[in-house]
């Protein structure tokens, strides 16, 4: 079933359009890599699917029952981020407050859900820890388990191992991965394209030339052959 569905969406700020007549469809339990050059419109595109941007043209459904507030975010981190002063129990809770309401307080409910999620990610012998001094690492499975607190369908990531050594890169990728199979639906926005081709089911190529579709049929087009041209020393030929 489609969990989104993009039908001739332009997007843009004001009048200036970025993106137009995008077309594309993630259902349940895919994991869509989103590429393409820096500026084409990839991060705004996820600001529209999290329902902080309107498009400008066009319409992005929501299918079964899911609301743009149920999806879990992993954000790009910015240093003030990075350096935030809070424990790693406290953000990840915080991934709670869609499922507040109207209440100013966690019930046992939701307390229970953030420490669960904090075991899933790793972390929960991290609980009372300073995010400020956590690993780059750390940090992003903090984030990710505050995200799956929002959510049981759809996680977006936004450059999830940017600034990540490779050996916490390759481990994050592998976490990802897992939860892709316990059924979590994956939207990333990425710029290694070698693990795009590796582990995602479909791409989005956004930019001069668009694609939607398979991987295996990426590597063929002609948005693909272009854009992976630069990445074949990284190891893309393998996967070809």
């Known amino acids: ?21 995008l ?7 895919d994991y869509l890599c989103i590429v393409g050059e820096n500026g084409s419109g990839k991060t705004t595109l996820m600001k529209t699917l999290l329902g902080l941007k309107a498009p400008i043209s066009g319409c992005i459904q929501f299918g079964d029952g899911l609301k743009a507030s149920e999806i ?7 240093a003030i981020q990075k350096d935030f002063p809070a424990s790693v129990g406290e953000i990840v809770l915080s991934g709670c407050q869609g499922r507040c309401g109207l209440r100013p307080f966690y019930n046992g409910k939701e307390k229970s859900l953030a420490v669960s999620n904090m075991e899933r990610m790793g972390i929960l ?10 690993s780059g690492g750390q940090q ?6 505050r995200a799956l607190c929002a959510t049981q369908k759809v996680l ?3 450059e999830p191992v940017a600034g990540l050594d490779p050996a916490v890169t390759a481990s994050m990728y592998e976490l990802i991965e897992s939860l892709n199979r316990d059924g979590i639906t994956i939207i990333m926005i990425s710029h290694d394209i070698a693990a795009a081709v590796r582990y995602a089911s479909s791409i989005l190529h956004i930019g001069d030339k668009m694609y939607f579709g398979s991987k295996d049929g990426y590597l063929k087009s002609d948005a693909g052959r272009g854009f992976l041209f630069q990445y074949m020393n990284e190891g893309v030929r393998d996967y070809a």
């Open 156 to 158: 977006l990531l936004d």
């Open 125 to 134: 012998d991290l609980k009372n820890r300073p995010y400020r001094e956590l």
């Open 23 to 29: 077309n594309f469809s993630v259902n349940t339990g």
């Open 72 to 78: 879990g975010y992993l954000p790009q981190q910015t």
């Open 140 to 145: 992003q499975r903090v984030l990710l388990a």
């Open 1 to 21: 079933m489609a969990l989104i569905t993009a039908s001739d969406v332009s997007l843009g700020y004001d009048t200036n359009v970025i993106v137009k007549d």
